[in-house]
């Protein structure tokens, strides 16, 4: 099977500051992978590279066969709104629109906004009664999980989350980690940065990253 | 959650080329993104959109000004007095005259084109008689006109008692000041007037005083001159006043001169240039100030979009992220920043054609007629204003997403 | 302390301060320059209002009834009274001696007319005319050290035109009213006599004048030769005058009897047409001066309006800056909201916040404005020159009301913003939210 993400010593400098220096990895289709390591190890540029949010300074990242690094703008965006769902830490949602709206957003950017479809994806996530809200008036635990449906909306071949439980309460986080083990369930592949060790035995491999460089892979045995 | 499923909307998708031809569409999508925005914004959009409309109240009105006339600003510069004269070919002095007829022709309008008007009109019969008592005889000179156009004619007149409203009132007369002071009249006495053996008796119903030659006239109607005078149905000059500037005045001119060979008509130039001249001068500033204000409400749109730009900054770097192409973002604020110069106008061209009226009757004493082909005009600059001042959101474009949504 | 913190955050990031200070300098810029105008305009009108001619008219105090049409006096020379022309030289040493522009002694005569042929001896012989005998560019000498001053009717009829040349003061010439010229066939260059009770002279035609009035059926000849032909050396008629007036107001209409020392004082000293009107009478004795109302009346006019639309232009221009100004404020404070948020997180009160704020803002407003009021002035001058051919007066007094009122629209532009930024849970806005 050929990997998904094939990532060939990519390398990301922001003047003098390096903050990827030479990693390389692979990952298969509906794997969990989690990225970790302490701030300031590169994992947050690892995955705006891989999202096609940054470019790589050095090296290669290929996902779904597509060089990242070598798209040019229009492509980018393209890549961003075909391949790729983000999930955020600060769930970023569109202040001024309605929970249904943001994730119909999404939809917009893709091809056609479809209403019904995006209400079936917020009643999947469990917000069917709450599709008319403004991310005010939603808990963070619900902001995040409007972030996920929308997310998913474009059925994207890979989904990047920038520490999501980062901002919840226990409560929430659970709600939101139950989710994305539905979604590996459901075969999606998902890379998760996360500097919590509880959160990182629940994925299949841990890269774990220490000043830009690549320290370890590790995998969870179940 | 069911597996990852080929859905009907990413079939609709279709090839990449289907896909991007469907983004350009103004769909349904686009104008609830945004509806949202402009009510998210409304405080900041409120403000771009006063800046717009104060300077939009500007440009309408003068505008409309401009157009209602360059005519109603010179126009209203009515020269004081008489600007044309029609005189016979052949004068000397007072004693050549010229058929009462003229009038008639004058009046019907002969040989004036539309563009001009004559406000008044009024023949005038001069001639020397000899005033007050037979011992303390007094030359004067006796004007005899129709009283009710010389009063429309010389409008800084100051009458003290009434003035003569009926040209055929043969009864009563008007005196100037140093007529009325050298006979010792004043209004209700009775001047004797003659000349050449015949006689003329009136009451003096005003006493004038016009800050020129005609202090020193008596004025009776015209027939009472001309049978004074012993020239029934001739008279000396017409004094006629036409509304309009100088080219106006001049118009009129040629056209009553050939319409009436045999006779002179002339323009009395002195003041009828400079009035216009003065406002043309003062034109040039008032475009300035126009076009200083404009770009005064560019800023105020700038400045409100500038903070718009800045409360979007991640919103954009969202959307970014979404897969929003810089252009399909662009079009959303462009649309935005048309709106805002679109109502702005609007409100503009409505204020400012209200403050055209009320300039025209307050300051030129005139109504200004609204021309509403200085909406359309007006809605159409300030949205290129408004579209010049949405540089901030244009700005954004640049924006990336990776700088925008940083986590740590 | 707190200058010296402001002083430091004003002189950072001098880029995002630009809008700031382009709104600033435009719309105090824009302020000053139709403020400037605006407030000079009326006197500069009244320097424009002189193309119109003289406006007031001075004749002698105990005189006959004049015989007149159209400005133009048809009385025998020996009826009537006369004036100095020797006096005239006291016109430039009035209180308003520079608002005097120009003055010209009139004087008529009626005389008998011929036209010399070269050919023949007795030359043609004319219908009698008027001899209207005045200045054109006559030199005075004004008492009192005065030195010369060169003036007649080219100040005061600015609109008559001569086809040809006007005569020369101290030259055997005349001109001749376009009329006349035609009905009797004279033309530039020929040589006309002119006889009056037994007097004669020969003078050149220089030119033909055209006023549209009573003067076209005359002859129009230097003072001097008039006063000999009538007889009446170093003497006039009639006077006109063009001085340089400020419009009739409630004030100066008022019975001067019933004005106080000071507000006599005021109207004296201001160039009311009534002062400078009195002003003359006191110097030339024996005088009637009035106004000419019909000039006087059509510069009232022309001032109400113009001057109307210019404040109106004014204030239009003024409420444009004020919108620029408190926008760029409002957006300029939000830009700050993070330094806001670190402020407050580091304990400082609300007030304190707002204080430096609005201390930075007034100081932009200090530096932009008084730029603005620098470049505006440019402008003005410019445009004065423009229009009126004179730049407007650099009035100081403008610049600190222009900065007041930047600073009141820059605070009150700010206000709004600070309050809502002041409320702020600092934690969103230091987490970059």
New interface residues.
């Given amino acids: 099977m050929t990997a998904l993400v094939q990532v060939e010593n990519v390398g990301r400098k922001y003047g003098s500051v390096r903050a990827l220096d030479k990693v390389s990895f692979e990952v298969e289709p509906g794997e969990w992978i989690a990225i970790m390591g302490p701030s300031g190890s590169g994992k947050t540029s690892l995955i705006n590279i891989l999202g096609g949010l940054d470019r790589p300074s050095s090296g290669r990242a290929v996902v779904d066969g597509m060089d990242v690094g070598s798209l040019g703008e229009r492509e980018l965006t393209r890549y961003r709104a075909e391949k790729i769902g983000f999930i955020f830490q600060q769930f970023h949602l569109v202040p001024y629109l309605s929970a249904v709206e943001n994730v119909m957003l999404a939809q917009y950017f893709h091809s056609v906004a479809d209403e019904a479809e995006a209400a079936r994806a917020l009643e999947r996530v469990g917000l069917g009664h709450r599709l008319t809200h403004l991310p005010s008036q939603l808990s963070g635990g619900e902001q995040q999980r409007v972030a996920l449906a929308r997310a998913l909306i474009n059925h994207p071949k890979l989904i990047l989350a920038d520490e999501p439980t980062g901002n919840l309460d226990e409560t929430n986080e659970q709600i939101v980690l139950e989710l994305l083990h539905e979604l590996r369930a459901a075969g999606h592949t998902l890379l998760l940065v996360t500097h919590s060790q509880e959160i990182g035995r629940m994925a299949d491999r841990r890269i774990e990253l220490a000043h830009g460089h690549l320290a370890q892979i590790v995998a969870n045995v179940t | 959650m069911p597996a990852v499923q080929r859905r009907s909307r990413q079939d609709a998708g279709g090839t990449k080329e289907q896909t991007r031809c469907g983004r350009l569409r103004f769909t349904g999508m686009f104008w609830r993104i945004y509806r949202r925005l402009l009510w998210a914004s409304r405080g900041r959009l409120a403000l771009a959109i006063l800046a717009v409309a104060s300077g939009a109240t500007v440009c309408a009105a003068l505008v409309n000004l401009e157009l209602d006339s360059s005519d109603k600003l010179t126009r209203e510069f009515r020269t004081l007095g008489a600007n044309v004269i029609v005189a016979p070919a052949t004068m000397a002095g007072e004693s050549a005259t010229m058929e009462q007829q003229v009038m008639d022709q004058i009046g019907d309008g002969i040989g004036v084109s539309e563009a001009a008007e004559i406000v008044a009109a009024s023949p005038y019969l001069y001639l020397a008689a000899q005033a007050g008592e037979p011992a303390h005889a007094v030359p004067v000179i006796v004007a005899g006109a129709w009283l009710d156009q010389v009063a429309r004619i010389n409008s800084w007149w100051q009458v003290q008692g009434q003035p003569v409203t009926d040209r055929d009132d043969a009864e009563h007369c008007m005196a100037g000041r140093a007529a009325a002071s050298s006979l010792h009249l004043a209004p209700g006495d009775r001047v004797n007037l003659r000349h050449a053996g015949r006689e003329y008796s009136c009451t003096v119903a005003g006493v004038v005083t016009a800050g020129g030659s005609e202090d020193s006239q008596i004025f009776v109607s015209l027939a009472a001159a001309q049978h004074l005078a012993g020239r029934e149905g001739r008279i000396s000059l017409v004094q006629l006043s036409v509304r309009g500037d100088t080219p106006e005045v001049e118009s009129v001119v040629r056209h009553l001169g050939g319409a009436l060979p045999g006779l002179e008509v002339r323009p009395v130039r002195q003041l009828a240039a400079a009035e216009g001249r003065l406002l043309e001068r003062i034109r040039g500033l008032l475009v300035a100030t126009v076009v200083l204000i404009l770009a005064l409400s560019a800023l105020g749109v700038l400045a409100a979009m500038a903070g718009l730009a800045l409360e979007r900054r991640s919103d954009v770097g969202l959307m970014k992220a979404l897969g929003g192409s810089v252009r399909s973002i662009m079009r959303l604020f462009l649309a935005e920043a048309a709106t805002v110069g679109v109502l702005g106008g609007v409100i503009g061209s409505g204020a400012g054609l209200l403050v055209a009226q009320w300039i025209g009757r307050s300051v030129f004493a005139a109504a200004v007629t609204p021309r509403l082909e200085v909406a359309p005009l007006t809605v159409a600059v300030m949205v290129m204003v408004s579209l010049a001042g949405a540089l901030p959101l244009r700005l954004l474009g640049r924006v990336r997403p990776a700088e925008i949504l940083r986590n740590e | 302390m707190f200058l010296r913190i402001v002083k430091d955050s004003f002189a950072r990031q001098p880029r995002r301060k630009l ?1 700031a200070a ?2 600033l300098a ?2 105090t810029a ?1 302020a000053t ?2 403020l400037s ?1 605006t407030l000079d305009s009326g006197d500069r ?1 009244a320097r ?2 002189r ?3 003289a406006n007031l ?1 001075v004749r002698p105090q105990a005189d ?8 133009v006096d ?2 025998p020379v020996e ?1 009537g009274a006369y004036l100095p022309v020797a006096d005239l030289g006291r016109l430039k040493t009035i209180f308003w001696r520079n608002n005097i522009i120009g003055f010209a002694p009139f004087l008529e005569a009626p005389v008998a007319l011929r036209r010399e042929e070269s050919a023949s001896a007795a030359g043609v012989e004319l ?4 001899l209207i005998g005045t200045w054109y560019r006559h030199e005075v000498t004004v008492p009192e050290g005065g030195g010369v001053f060169v003036t007649g009717v080219a100040s005061t009829h600015p ?1 008559w ?1 001569v086809a040809g040349r006007w005569f020369d003061d101290a030259a055997q010439e005349c001109v001749v009213g376009a ?1 006349l010229a ?2 009797t066939g004279i033309s530039a260059g020929q040589v006309l006599e002119l006889d009056a009770g037994g007097r004669s002279m020969r003078l050149t035609v220089t030119g033909i004048l055209t ?3 009573q003067e ?2 005359a002859v129009l000849a230097p003072l001097d030769l008039a006063q000999k032909l009538s007889n009446r050396s170093g003497q006039y008629r009639r006077l006109f005058v063009s001085a340089l007036t400020k419009p009739e107001d409630v004030f100066s209409r008022r019975e001067r009897a019933s004005m106080t020392a000071a507000e006599y004082d005021l109207w004296y000293c201001s160039p009311y047409i009534s002062s400078i009107s009195h002003q003359i009478g006191e110097r030339l004795s024996g005088v009637d001066v ?9 510069e009232g ?2 001032l ?3 001057g ?3 404040w ?2 004014t204030l ?2 003024l ?3 004020a ?2 100004v ?3 404020a ?2 300029t404070v ?2 700050r909201a993070c330094e806001i948020g670190l402020m407050k997180a580091l304990g400082a009160r609300r007030a304190m916040v707002g204080a430096f704020f609005l201390g930075e803002q007034w100081l932009l407003a200090l530096v932009g404005g008084a730029a603005g009021y620098g470049a505006g002035l440019v402008l003005a001058h410019f ?1 004065g020159q ?3 051919g004179i730049s407007p007066e650099i009035r100081l007094i403008l610049l600190p009301v222009v900065l007041g009122v930047a600073a009141l629209v820059t605070m009150l532009g700010s206000l709004l913003a600070l309050r809502r930024i002041t409320r702020l849970d600092p934690a969103p806005v230091l ?3």
Avoid at chain 3, 64 to 71: M, Q
């Fill in positions: 809008l382009a709104a435009l719309g824009v320059a139709t105008i009108m424009e209002f193309s119109l001619g008219l006959t009834l004049p015989l007149e049409i159209g400005g048809y009385r009826s219908p009698r005319a008027l609109w035109r009329a035609q009905r006023t549209g009035g076209d059926e009035r106004p000419i109302r019909q000039i006087a009346e059509a006019q022309i109400t309006r113009v109307g639309l210019m109106l232009v239009a221009a409420l444009a800056a919108i620029a408190a926008a760029t409002g957006t939000l830009e445009a423009h229009i009126f987490r970059g939210e």
